[in-house]
């Protein structure tokens, strides 16, 4: 069922990338395709009963939750913090610049 989820907020986030000329609207798309990849990866390593892998009596490797898509998932999620920043710094000169956040409206001087 989460599986599912994940696969519908990666889709809307790629459906906004693809359809929007708006640049925050952008961001926003691209942080909720970010959240529906992390969601994605942490079911991948989600193990139903499963135990933790620090030393136990236990010596079944087939129990214990695969801790490498959270270590991943938390370095996504600062990658993207900062992904984020740098975007909303570029949109805003953006808009200082050409006053408009549209794509379309942004343009250099053809001569």
Do not use: C, W
């Not at 900062?82 to 001569?111: D, F, M, P, Q, S």
């Amino acid at each position: 069922m989460i599986n599912i989820a994940a696969v519908v907020l990666i889709l809307l986030g790629l459906y906004s990338l693809l359809t929007t000329q708006h640049i925050i609207k952008m961001i926003v798309g691209l942080n909720v395709f970010e959240v529906g990849l992390n969601l994605f990866i942490i079911t991948i390593g989600y193990r139903s009963n499963g135990i933790v892998p620090i030393l136990t009596r236990t010596n079944n490797v087939q129990d214990f939750v695969d801790p490498l898509p959270q270590a991943i998932v938390l370095t996504s999620i600062v990658i993207g913090f900062g992904l984020t920043a740098v975007a909303l710094v570029v949109a805003k000169k953006i808009h200082k610049t050409y006053g408009t956040y549209l794509i379309n409206e942004i343009g250099g001087k053809v001569e």
